[in-house]
């Protein structure tokens, strides 16, 4: 969950005391198919709680692979869905 809330583009974390964590981001559907593609399951909550991707805890090594993979959606899936600025 710490490792989560450092993600500049995860807008907040859910509180919870069961094995799934709850997070917002407006790039839930871009994180979705992402991850999806990468064969990592996560799942949309859109229709229950706008703007939600529901983790649910793994092992230490499906966690890692988790934020590694959060990490490159940071730098490159999110950069390149960003309104550029006109300069």
Known sequence: EIELR????????YPSDS?????ETEFSF????????????????NSQ???TLRITIG????NKLLLQAL???Q??????N???SLS
């Open 6 to 13: 450092k993600l500049n583009f995860i807008n907040r974390v």
């Open 19 to 23: 094995n799934f964590i709850l997070i």
């Open 30 to 45: 871009e994180i979705y198919d992402y991850l999806s593609n990468k064969g990592i399951i996560i799942r949309n909550r």
């Open 49 to 51: 709680v706008k703007n």
């Open 59 to 62: 092992t230490k090594e499906e």
């Open 71 to 73: 990490q490159v959606v």
């Open 75 to 80: 730098t490159e899936v999110i950069s390149i």
């Open 82 to 84: 960003q309104p550029q």
